[in-house]
């Protein structure tokens, strides 16, 4: 078999598997979001909301908080309300159903990637683990903590599809460099950025320490080249800072970027805690990064004539370095109370270390084809190609019989646990948002407990006094509405009209959302404002609006009496 030969067999083997673990993956996906009418999980409700307001006309503002504008990456939002849109679907329900699709940008992109920087061997490889080999790692649910494909739109794996697009831009830059992959980078980078912020920042170390890297390698003879080479490298980074402004310009212009809210960097996720750790590095202690590893002793290899090894062996030293200063954080934290300044959550970087292991599972497979090739080739180099081509082949049929039934079964491809803890059935809260929708205006002010606020009041894009603190404009005080909150529920409690009225009008509220009364099972009131307590009070200014599964809205208006 010629060199030739091989080519067009790789390529025709690495797009047919491709295609085909697409295929396979987007019909269970459509499946699985057929059977759903409402998103089941927090950030979905965030993403919604920003839809919402978009579709409502009124970008760029907070969808949540009156008088703010945006905080959080917009483009997950903004895809939904184009689908929504495209469909006439609510945002909501294209939420759920544009999943699907959209996602497929996430083993499209890292497929491109590994293709490019690597050949198609590579990139089959890697793109059968990223699908299905991320599964055996994951204690909550693939989709949670790495970088895999599945149904639910989310906006982490939105900025790693979009990441792994910039990677692939990057690697054609080294290896051609043409100014066509330096503009696609730097577009790439910036919606990356409107995506999700973990990605944007280790796409720009990683950037910046490559560049820096083949600046040391190739050491400029002269002015004029100095120059050509700051331009080339600059570029990119000025195209995408350029292509994020629709949401940078937000929190540089409007915040300067001043937190007032740290807790939404501060958030970690169960299954990212310390006590978790030595789990995880149990589960990872397996044969898939025992081809993990070989990958990193062939990319160390070939560091020198294969730009896209360095870059690789660098994106991994990168998030390992940001998992070990989240880590060293957490220890901080629980032994002195301090922790060093983070932008992003840290277990955001487990995500992208699925993305990085699945990629050294790709070198590490097609280095041991390489190496069987020369074992049983005996010496003969005209055997080399179709013996590299047939262990190839081979090692990818038995990964795929060993990595996929464990795929199959994973948590995306069963009916979803409602992730939001919430007694309502989902049904309930769609029929409840649909009313709001139909009746409030988008300036509209609630006055309600945060868990209800993100549930009900945020994935209709309508205003709240307070929502749940890492769900909270991190540029926006949030201390204020939460003693505002209890501080209107204990007068409305009290009987005090006159300070409740000061209170709601200090805060624009234009309704009151309660439920029925709840109890612990100790016999304590779960709810601190109820249904019934509202009812009983038969305050002049509350007016019933809605009322239905357990779930009740009313108008606050105040009259001259009030």
């Not at 990964?399 to 996929?404: H, P, Q, R, T």
């Not at 307070?466 to 009987?495: C, H, W």
């Amino acid at each position: 078999m010629s060199i030739r030969a091989e080519r067009i067999l790789a390529e025709a083997v690495a797009w047919g598997l491709l295609l085909g673990l697409c295929a396979w993956a987007l019909h269970a996906a459509l499946a699985q979001a057929a059977t759903q009418t409402w998103p089941f999980f927090h950030d979905a409700w965030r993403d919604v909301s920003v839809a919402q307001g978009i579709l409502d006309g009124r970008y760029p503002e907070d969808p949540v908080i009156l008088g703010a504008t945006l905080w959080y990456n917009p483009l997950t939002g903004a895809m939904n309300a184009l689908y929504a849109w495209m469909t006439g679907e609510t945002a909501a329900q294209a939420n759920v159903s544009s999943g699907p699709w959209i996602n497929l940008l996430i083993p499209l992109g890292f497929f491109l990637f590994l293709r490019i920087g690597f050949g198609a061997w590579t990139a089959a490889a890697g793109a059968l683990f990223l699908i299905a080999g991320n599964a055996l790692h994951d204690r909550t649910g693939t989709w949670v903590t790495t970088t895999t494909y599945s149904p639910f739109l989310w906006a982490p794996h939105l900025g790693q599809a979009l990441f792994f697009i910039a990677l692939a831009f990057f690697a054609a830059e080294l290896r051609h460099g043409r100014w066509s992959s330096r503009v696609g980078l730097g577009i790439a980078w910036g919606l990356t950025f409107m995506a999700h912020t973990s990605p944007a920042i280790v796409f720009g170390a990683l950037y910046v320490l490559m560049q820096a890297w083949e600046l040391f390698r190739t050491r400029p003879a002269g002015t004029n080249e100095w120059r050509t080479r700051l331009l080339h490298a600059v570029s990119p980074i000025a195209i995408a800072f350029v292509s994020s402004l629709p949401y940078t310009y937000s929190i540089l212009w409007n915040y300067q970027f001043r937190m007032k809210n740290i807790t939404p960097t501060r958030y970690v996720d169960r299954v990212a805690g310390l006590d978790q750790l030595p789990g995880l590095l149990a589960e990872a202690a397996n044969w898939t990064t025992f081809v993990a590893v070989i990958g990193v002793v062939a990319l160390w290899r070939m560091r020198k004539r294969v730009p896209a090894a360095r870059l690789l062996l660098l994106w991994t030293a990168l998030v390992l370095g940001f998992l070990a200063q989240f880590y060293l954080n957490l220890v901080l934290v629980a032994r002195w109370g301090f922790g060093l300044p983070q932008l992003v959550p840290g277990h955001h970087h487990l995500i992208n270390l699925g993305g990085v292991k699945a990629a050294l599972f790709g070198a590490g497979l097609v280095a041991l084809a390489g190496l069987a090739a020369k074992l049983f080739a005996r010496g003969n180099a005209e055997r080399i190609p179709a013996t590299r081509s047939a262990s190839a082949v081979l090692l990818l049929v038995v990964a795929s019989i060993v990595l996929l039934p464990a795929y199959a079964k994973q948590l995306h491809f069963s009916t979803p646990m409602d992730f939001g803890w919430h007694t309502e059935s989902f049904e309930d809260r769609r029929e409840c948002v649909d009313w709001i929708l139909a009746n409030c205006p988008p300036d509209a002010v609630f006055l309600c407990d945060e868990q209800h606020s993100i549930r009900l009041v945020m994935p209709a894009a309508r205003k709240a006094v307070q929502n749940i603190d890492i769900f909270s404009n991190p540029y926006v005080t949030y201390e204020d509405r939460v003693a505002a909150k209890f501080a209107m529920y204990d007068a409305f409690l009290r009987g005090d009209d006159a300070a409740f009225r000061q209170l709601a009008e200090e805060w624009h509220v234009t309704h009151l959302l309660v439920l029925e009364d709840r109890f612990n099972e100790d016999g304590t009131k779960e709810n601190r404002l109820s249904f019934e307590q509202v009812e009983a009070a038969a305050r002049p200014y509350t007016a019933l609006a809605y009322h239905e599964d357990g779930i009740a809205i009313y108008r606050i208006a105040f009259g001259d009496g009030a």
